[in-house]
């Protein structure tokens, strides 16, 4: 896949999750107003998780739209940590709240305090809600697949877990209304615990970028091999590598044949970079250094 494939591409990714937010949206007003109406908190809790898949959901449409924009006089490697300070922003929100949830649900349990049957209401938009979900899995899934996009395919998999959230609170608010009245507390406790990963994850990745985390052994022995399979390559130093709002960027010094000239060194440094953005298509911001093979600079 080239850069430019990976451009293309860019509208049908675009209408999935601009559709997807559509959905979030709807259901997530939904939710909350039929979680009050019928007094579930399991699918209060659910329609807090869909707002906050919503506000990921402006975050992946605002990093691409603003998170892009080029590299001015004072962000010289452009805006993609914008992106990051966001998830991070979310993710501590999402925390707070899922505890919040938490906390409620099992002081309910507990305490065996407010206990109320909910209303059928809260069934039904439980199920709209697992067969929406359910349909922006498989239509998220064929964009993925079309594309090759491994971001999509997370996107995708995230509306099948959000289907299985409400799958749990039909569960929950099914027990109640078959008697099992702390069934809907549990539901609420069990989706909060769900909330709460998806929080952990945001602020796990965000964190773990803003500290300059780089790639895996694994991810680095593949790039290894890729810079020596260059013709000209006599072997690399420092390759350092971190992470910003999808992002890659990559440092490395090459090691060329001191005796050719600095126009052929380039040419040289010139493949290993396009060696590498193949490697990471759309995805690299690579600094090449080159130095002769056998030289050792000072610490
Ligand atoms: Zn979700």
Redesign the pocket.
Known sequence: MTIDSAANAWPLKRRVTLIGALVNLVLAVAKVIGGILAQSQALIVDGV??L??LASDVLVLFAARYGSLDADHNHPYGHARIETLATLAVGVVLLAVAAGFLLDASSRLLLGQDMIVPGQLALWVALGSVLAKEAMFHATRRVARRTGSSLMLANAW?HR??AL?SLVVIVGVGGAMLGLIWFDALAAAIVALMLAW?AWKLLAGASLELVDTGLSRKELAVMAATIDGVAGVRGFQDLRTRLMGGQVLVDVQILVDGQITVAEADLVADQVRQALIEQLPGRADITIGIRPAGYNRAP
């Open positions: 998780h869909s906050s898949d995230h877990s959000d959230s998806v």
